[in-house]
């Protein structure tokens, strides 16, 4: 009879331990206390992976500079536009960005970026 209580026992634990597995993507809306920094309004760039985020990012080259470039880090991809280079023009709130991704060069910029539209070129 123990060894029936003990296996009851061990298989509540694991059924609570699993329910309560933090999950990282949940509650993880990007910018949602972060303040406005700038607007896109029909710019087009291209899609990248962070690695460092574990999303997808719409890398912006702002014109007139050698090598400036905003990173918009997109809380939720479309499946349809997931593709490492895909071109794409987008509309969208751009926000103060906080997360683990660090610029490598000078002109490179992170910030989180709230979608409106996007389109595939």
């Not at 087009?44 to 992976?49: A, L, P, R």
């Not at 014109?63 to 895909?86: M, N």
């Not at 926000?95 to 996007?118: C, D, M």
Request: hydrophobic content about 30%.
């Amino acid at each position: 009879m123990k060894s029936y209580w003990y296996m009851l026992m061990l298989l509540a634990t694991m059924v609570v331990g699993n329910g309560c597995q933090k999950n990282d993507e949940v509650g993880r809306d990007c910018a949602i206390n972060t303040s406005v920094t700038g607007q896109a309004n029909q710019y087009e760039g291209y899609v990248h992976f962070v690695t460092e985020e574990q999303r997808y990012a719409i890398v912006y080259h702002i014109p007139g500079t050698y090598d400036s470039q905003i990173y918009g880090v997109v809380c939720a991809l479309s499946e349809e536009f997931r593709q490492e280079g895909k071109k794409v023009k987008f509309s969208g709130t751009y926000k103060e960005y906080n997360g683990p991704a660090k610029p490598v060069f000078g002109g490179q910029e992170y910030r989180y970026l709230e979608l409106k539209t996007i389109e595939a070129l």
